[in-house]
T-cell receptor, first 114, second 112 residues
Framework: ETGVTQSPTHLIKTRGQQVTLRCSSQ?????VSWYQQALGQGPQFIFQ???????GRGNFPPRFSGLQFPNYSSELNVNALELDDSALYLC?????????????FGAGSRLTVL | DAKTTQPPSMDCAEGRAANLPCNHS???????VYWYRQIHSQGPQYIIH???NNETNEMASLIITEDRKSSTLILPHATLRDTAVYYC?????????????FGKGITLSVRP
């Protein structure tokens, strides 16, 4: 059990639609980050939230947006879906272990865009 | 781009030690070396991290060279369940940075 849960586990959307993915992280973990993992590739950093504010973003367009809530849950929203958005989306919360940030990942939400 | 390089794949026999190499020749003094693994269709799992000294936990050992330009993850007694993609990542430990830059990792296949 990772302590980070994501929903839904799988979903199918069509091009142009919008999707919301949800994540519930461990209590006390103030930082949540989202990653996109295309088939056969390593995860790619989308953005990071700390205390409900975005404070770091990777090379993703503005149609990728997020929210973090006081109860340690968060959302990833993607507008105007494209075929290339088909991927596994991973949420991670971070904690300090021995002076370093350690990420705990959820199992992911697999999005298929048709 | 990932700041670490790993061979694409390796295999080992069940019960033997698996030694997974990683080069990080441009690592800075503020950067930890982390290892994560990803079993098929699951999220990455943290294994271990280190800065200068060798580290050991219940999962693995991490050996870092004195010049910190490379490291080796050791799984002392590999099992079939250790078959996974292993990622070696460097990350600045200052601040609250959670931006891990994953490369393609090394695929470890444990054979019976």
């Amino acid at each position: 059990e990772t302590g980070v849960t994501q929903s839904p586990t799988h979903l199918i959307k069509t091009r142009g639609q919008q999707v919301t993915l949800r994540c519930s992280s461990q209590s006390g973990h103030n930082t949540v980050s989202w990653y996109q993992q295309a088939l056969g590739q390593g995860p790619q950093f989308i953005f990071q939230y700390y205390r409900e504010e975005e404070n770091g973003r990777g090379n993703f367009p503005p149609r990728f947006s997020g929210l973090q809530f006081p109860n340690y849950s968060s959302e990833l929203n993607v507008n105007a879906l494209e075929l290339d958005d088909s991927a596994l989306y991973l949420c991670a919360s971070s904690s300090r272990v021995g002076g370093a940030n350690v990420l705990t990942f959820g199992a992911g939400s697999r999005l298929t865009v048709l | 781009d990932a700041k670490t390089t790993q061979p694409p794949s390796m295999d080992c026999a069940e019960g033997r030690a698996a030694n997974l190499p990683c080069n990080h020749s441009t690592i800075s003094g503020n950067e930890y070396v982390y290892w994560y693994r990803q079993i098929h269709s699951q999220g990455p799992q943290y294994i271990i991290h280190g800065l200068k000294n060798n580290e050991t936990n219940e999962m693995a050992s991490l050996i870092i060279t004195e010049d910190r330009k490379s490291s080796t993850l050791i799984l002392p007694h590999a099992t079939l369940r250790d078959t996974a993609v292993y990622y070696c990542i460097s990350l600045d430990y200052t601040g609250a940075n959670s931006k891990l830059t994953f490369g393609k990792g090394i695929t470890l296949s444990v054979r019976p």
